[in-house]
């Protein structure tokens, strides 16, 4: 991410990787949407690549078959029923398209069907207007959370606890699959080049319910997908997800995108929001909102074997163990560069991989951790991916293709060595 890193500035850094979006400071104008405007996301879809990349999947029929469901709804509890249900499926149906099950149409490997159906579906839902009941604001905000959730993967997490309730790293007897639960993010910067994918979201759907054989046995995958959006961090949409399931695994990463050429292991994540535009085009400053901050640390720390995943041979690009923080020291005023993480007692204004969002969940996961007390028990953090970029002779977004074969080269590449990372932690772990 989402992404960017170190002690550069978001826009500074996208920039240099030909990423650059429009500056946070008009994104605070945006207006907030009613409950049934569009949003800023929802907008998108009207623009001719998202169009394109819906048909050639086969995609464009979930938003319809939604509006349809909705229509044969006669209460609100049978209308929260048939979200959930079309939710799930198209989520069962981004994997199985991703996993070579269902006719692909474009490449399977492609993430963006999944998020540009999604997004037609909460327009659906959001004009959506029953003649059989009435439905209050705060009802329609519940059904889309519900369809957020359940088309993210966020419902169909499979990880329970082992038997008699062992929890990580116990139980590791004959025959025991280890469990690893994994996160990727929707396309970002989409104003930049509204054809963009995002590579950890192609390997959480690549991903999800496959087996990994790794040095130590077989180690099943479970995944799920977030949205780029500050406030449904802010109101919690990482913790509800991750909350029921860290307890239960054996090893958790969370994934983004990140710089060109290069994986990142992120050493130390900063409890700072750095204010770049998120998908709705909405900017937000200051230090991370969690809940109980009175507790709240200005760093966290990786406890994935960063060590022996840098040492692996997983694929094409390499992979960096990032311990670059920046930081305000204690008694200091300004930000400095510290390659070597944190100082004692600063304050955080970029963690490795930098104050967006990949940072943001990489914190809000890591803390999780540890106030679950898992901290010695469980290996988990944060994995930077390459930047997904197009073919040479088809960078320009307004006359290039939706695909070309060196971008789902690239792709395909970065997905089999995420899988290759992830078989190196559980070997390690």
């Known amino acids: 991410m989402h992404t960017r890193l170190g ?29 049934t405007t569009p949003t800023v996301e929802e907008a998108r879809l009207d623009r001719a690549a998202p169009q394109e990349i819906l048909r050639r999947s086969g995609f464009d029929t979930a938003a319809p078959e939604l509006a349809r469901a909705l229509e044969r709804a006669r209460s609100y509890d049978q209308a929260r029923r048939l979200v959930v249900r079309e939710g799930k499926s198209l989520w069962r149906r981004a994997v199985d398209r991703a996993q070579g099950k269902q006719r692909a149409g474009l490449s399977k490997d492609d993430d963006r069907p ?21 439905l209050t604001d705060g009802r329609r905000a519940r059904l889309m959370g519900a369809l957020e959730s359940s088309s993210r993967g966020q419902d169909t997490v499979g990880h329970r606890p082992g038997k008699h309730g062992q929890g990580p790293g116990q139980g590791q007897g004959h025959g025991r699959v280890k469990r ?40 099943r995958v479970e995944a799920m997908v977030f949205p ?26 969370t994934i983004s995108q990140g710089r060109v050429g290069r994986f990142d292991i992120e050493r130390t994540n900063g409890a700072w929001r750095g204010g770049f535009a ?34 692996a041979e997983t694929g094409r690009f390499p992979v960096y163990d990032n311990t670059s923080v920046t930081e305000i020291p204690a008694g200091g005023t300004g930000p400095v560069v510290r390659p070597d993480g944190p100082t004692e007692g600063s304050a955080a204004r970029a963690g490795g991989g930098g104050d967006y969002l990949s940072n943001e969940i990489a914190y809000r996961a890591t803390l999780l951790r540890d106030r679950l007390g898992l901290h010695d028990r469980l290996p988990g953090g944060h994995v930077h991916t390459p930047v997904l970029q197009f073919g040479a002779g088809n960078t320009d977004p307004a006359t290039g ?12 590449d970065i997905i089999a060595q995420v899988r290759g990372i992830l078989g190196a932690a559980a070997s390690s772990s």
Request: hydrophobic letters at 40%; charged letters at 20%.
């Open 114 to 134: 999944l998020y540009w159906a999604r997004l037609g579906m909460t327009r659906e839902l959001r004009q959506w207007e029953p003649t059989r009941f009435p």
């Open 7 to 35: 002690a550069l500035g978001v826009a500074a850094l996208l920039a240099g990787l030909g990423l650059g979006v429009p500056a946070p400071a008009s994104a605070t104008t945006s207006t907030p949407p009613t409950a």
């Open 278 to 311: 998120d998908n709705e085009n909405l900017s937000r400053t200051g230090t991370v909102p969690v809940r109980d901050p009175a507790t709240q640390p200005q760093w966290t720390s990786t406890t994935l074997p960063y060590k022996e995943i840098v040492a």
């Open 180 to 219: 690893i639960l994994v996160t990727g993010f929707d396309p970002f910067t989409l104003d930049r080049d509204v054809r963009i994918s995002n590579p950890s979201g192609a390997a959480a759907l690549a991903l999800d319910g496959t087996t990994i054989r790794t040095a130590d046995g077989p180690a």
């Open 401 to 412: 293709d939706v695909t070309d074969p060196e971008f789902v080269r690239n792709r395909l």
């Open 228 to 253: 780029v959006r500050w406030d449904d961090f802010a109101d919690g949409a990482v913790e509800r997800a991750l909350r029921p399931h860290l307890p239960h695994v054996d090893l958790f990463t």
